[in-house]
């Protein structure tokens, strides 16, 4: 006999924000996004997340996971296209996905003229010191 499992769904809070993170001699710009509302489980896998549109497909530079496991992030170039689907998870393992079509994501943006520091922004042509992951 089959044993059925309810799991109690999700409302999930999907945002997005250029930020300036520290890495290695300089700071660098990236795109944030922030999902919060589920359990995401510190694991021995490593967490993705990735935006495919259509057929070509956008891996985050890095995500982090809250100590507390209620919040991803996912850390992407600043010229990454938000439409398509945006897909978290563990190594082989997706999680949840986001059609950007329903979350109408409007990112917000750093004011570039007020930051007073030299920086480096992360675009898909110049991924800076993360080109030697790829």
Request: glycine fraction near 6%; hydrophobic fraction near 40%; charged fraction near 30%.
């Amino acid at each position: 006999m089959p044993e059925y499992i309810y799991y109690k769904p999700v409302s999930y809070q999907v945002d997005a924000a250029e930020i300036l993170k520290e890495i290695g001699e300089q700071p660098h710009m990236l795109l944030k996004i922030s999902i919060r509302g589920g359990h995401f489980p510190h694991r021995n896998a490593p967490a993705f997340a990735r935006i495919q549109v259509k057929r070509t497909v956008f891996d985050a530079l890095f995500c982090e996971i809250d100590d507390d496991e209620s919040g991803f992030r996912a850390y992407f170039a600043t010229d990454v296209p938000l439409n398509g689907v945006l897909s978290i998870g563990f190594e082989n393992d997706v999680v949840a996905e986001f059609e950007f079509e329903r979350l109408k994501l409007e990112p917000q943006k750093l004011e570039v003229r007020r930051i007073e520091t030299a920086f480096h922004r992360v675009t898909l042509k110049d991924l800076g010191v993360f080109k030697v992951q790829r």
